[in-house]
């Protein structure tokens, strides 16, 4: 596959939130305002780029040699935690106000099943690195995009008259669906 369509395939045919439905927590849990969503991101796309290429070169140079590939799983989430944890040093050191913002969702990043789900979709689709690269960047701007749409969406849909009953959550899963519906027409038949 040519990188230029495996990077847009990532971002709109096969995006982790709405079209696979990973990472739906940080997905409706920050996305009411646009600065923390830009920053959740921003910090999914660092751990899943990062992630995707330490991951790669561990299991193609120390899993598969060593016949202990069944151990990827555990070694993945362990690759995964340390970058979080490295960005969680960072962001609250560097970035006091988006740390505060992003609350309890920034450590939850190394249980985001888009972050393993990307990371395991490198492998089941034996990328070369150079597609690892392309394909985690691209899934994670999608992740990105997506979070950041929705939440100008849903500070728009805090002002507007909406029925009491599907006032917050409801209204931003009925959004959700609506959003999966257009980007579910990016996909050929």
Same mark, same amino acid.
């Given at each position: ?44 796309? !660092?751990?899943?780029? @990062? ?5 790669? *070169?561990?299991?193609?140079? &120390? $899993? %598969?040699? #060593? ?48 972050? !393993?789900?990307?990371? @395991? ?5 034996? *990328?070369?690195?150079?597609? &690892? $690269? %392309?394909? #985690? ?53």
């Amino acid at each position: 596959m040519n990188l230029v369509t495996l990077f847009i395939t990532s971002v709109l045919a096969e995006n982790v939130v709405l079209n696979k439905f990973l990472g739906m927590c940080p997905f409706f849990g920050v996305s009411n305002d646009k600065e923390g969503s830009f920053g959740m991101g921003l910090a999914v796309m !660092l751990v899943i780029t @990062l992630s995707s290429v330490v991951t790669y *070169f561990l299991y193609n140079y &120390v $899993l %598969i040699p #060593s016949d202990t590939e069944y151990l990827k799983t555990i070694l993945f989430i362990l690759v995964i935690a340390s970058f979080v944890q490295l960005l969680d040093i960072i962001i609250k050191r560097y970035f006091k106000n988006l740390h505060d913002g992003l609350g309890l969702y920034l450590p939850l990043i190394s249980t985001n099943c888009a972050v !393993l789900g990307v990371v @395991l979709l490198n492998i089941q689709n034996k *990328f070369t690195l150079p597609e &690892v $690269l %392309i394909y #985690s960047i691209g899934s994670s701007f999608g992740f990105m995009l997506v979070i950041y749409i929705f939440s100008t969406i849903r500070e728009r849909l805090k002002h507007a008259p909406i029925i009491k009953s599907f006032r917050g959550l409801p209204i931003a899963f009925i959004t959700a669906f609506i959003m999966a519906l257009v980007f579910s027409r990016y996909v050929g038949a």
